[in-house]
């Protein structure tokens, strides 16, 4: 039996990889991003619980 | 409640009532037998409340659990009413996206899958950067539309949460309720990777199907979670002093799920060769975790058979707790009350039952009172029925 010759055309090409959703909003990255935004919302005297309490929020909404 | 604990102030109470519970996984006779209360919101409708109620109010919650308190002896309340986010998840406006929903009569999950397989790595990579990054604006599809005055009602939200936490706190110490377990020596509840893939990253169906088409892949996940979460609290628990921690009922508090859909190989593989090491540490420092074993664990059993006496407590859902007494000799077994009898049965019957549990399996130490399920909907459990188990196992004393 011969062999099957696969011809690769427009419609047999794997598709093309959906490219990540892109964003201009300014806090999209972490955790760069993600302080600017907790420092605009968070009151000045709880700055120094930002790491444990802003990482916990995340895990708020995430899991919520 | 015995008049000897009557006397006591809330603080003394408090030790008292740890101590009942560290004799007991012990194996040492403790002057009666401790209830573990597995209650979450069946205490709202027992205090006259809907769940929506006082799922949207800190004031109406906090009357259930003191209500409830005044009514039944407890000595650990597993939910004191903190296990309540939506006024996070509202104030950001996370409506019909949440995982969690609620209406007048129940809380319920949403079935969710936050990471497809071939992204487990990168999530164990940076987990918090994975949530921000990828998780969050997936998950809500205007995520990035969000004003600023929304973040900051989502982060007032969240801080009256953690208000409530610590009030919550303080009502526990005024009715001398013990305290479970702490957290993690890392902080936050301790996890294993399959687990963590289960409830959260893969959900159940796709972790089915990952366990047989994907399988390295998930090794690979759970050997880097093993790397990264794990072991570092061995190494937390192994210098730490010996001996248990007397602020606590237990030293630790896992849950066990994943173990009911994974078949024997699986779970020697993606999950038994992580656990053990751990329950190893807490075994050589003379320490005892408490695992609520969700579903079964029986079909397991033979793998815990080795560990020393004193070293483990199983809280039960749908185990035989006389199958696992026979079992596991050596593993103190947490439950016997199921919400079957306690919803259907009369108080006498719920008594008499009670009475079988502590004579047979609690005479010498090794168990503790407990609900079988999470008494969490109306008809879980009548009030008559929970107030005369409360009150039999506060003043049934056990002869040493």
Known sequence: MAEEIKVETAETEPAAEEPEKQTDWPYASYPDGYNKLLNKIMPFWARPMKKKMGDLLIRVLVDG | ?400
């Not at chain 2, 950001?92 to 995982?99: K, L, R």
């Not at chain 2, 929903?101 to 950067?129: F, Q, T, W």
């Not at chain 2, 730490?240 to 078949?263: E, T």
């Open chain 2, 1 to 400: 409640m015995r008049e000897v604990e009557k006397s006591m102030s809330p603080k003394q109470l408090k030790a008292y009532r740890t101590q009942l519970f560290r004799d007991a996984e012990q194996w040492k006779t403790p002057d009666r037998i401790p209830h573990y209360g597995n209650i979450v919101t069946w205490k709202i409708f027992d205090a006259g409340y809907s769940i929506d109620q006082a799922m949207t109010n800190f004031d109406v919650m906090k009357e259930t659990v003191e209500k409830f308190l005044e009514k039944y002896p407890i000595d650990v309340l597993i939910d004191v009413g903190i296990r309540n986010q939506f006024g996070v998840t509202e104030a950001f406006g996370m409506g019909e996206n949440g995982y969690y929903y609620y209406d007048s009569e129940v809380v319920g999950i949403n079935d969710h899958a936050y990471c497809p397989v071939d992204r487990l790595m990168e999530y164990i990579d940076d987990k918090y950067k994975y949530a921000w990054e990828v998780a969050l604006p997936e998950k809500i599809p205007d995520f990035y539309e969000k004003s600023i005055d929304t973040w900051k009602n989502v982060w007032k939200a969240y801080w009256d949460y953690i208000m409530f936490i610590l009030k919550m706190n303080k009502v526990c110490g005024k009715y001398g309720l013990a305290s479970g377990a702490p957290n993690n020596p890392m902080k936050g509840t301790i996890n294993f990777g399959i687990e963590e893939a289960e409830s959260n990253l893969l959900g159940i169906k796709n972790l089915s199907i990952a366990c047989r088409r994907n399988f390295q892949q998930l090794k690979d996940f759970c050997d880097a979670w093993d790397e990264k979460e794990t072991k570092p609290i061995i190494e937390k628990i192994l210098a730490d002093k010996d001996g248990p921690d007397m602020k606590y009922c237990f030293d630790a508090s896992l849950i066990m799920l994943s173990q009911n859909i994974l078949n024997p190989k699986q779970f020697d593989e993606l999950y038994w060769c992580y656990l053990e090491p751990l329950l190893k540490a807490y075994e050589q420092k003379g320490k005892c975790p408490r695992i609520f074993t969700e579903g079964k664990i029986s079909m397991y059993a033979d793998h815990f058979a080795d560990f020393k006496k004193g070293s483990l407590a199983f809280h039960l859902e749908n185990d035989d707790p006389w199958e696992i007494r026979e079992a596991l000799p050596n593993v103190c077994i947490i439950g016997g009350l199921t919400t079957q009898l306690l919803g259907t049965a009369t108080p006498e019957e719920c008594v008499a039952y009670t009475k079988k549990l502590i004579d047979e399996l609690g005479s010498e130490g090794g168990f503790i009172l407990s609900e079988d399920k999470m008494l969490s909907y109306r008809n879980d459990c009548k009030s008559e029925n929970l107030k005369a188990v409360c009150e039999f196992v506060s003043e049934y004393e056990l002869k040493r």
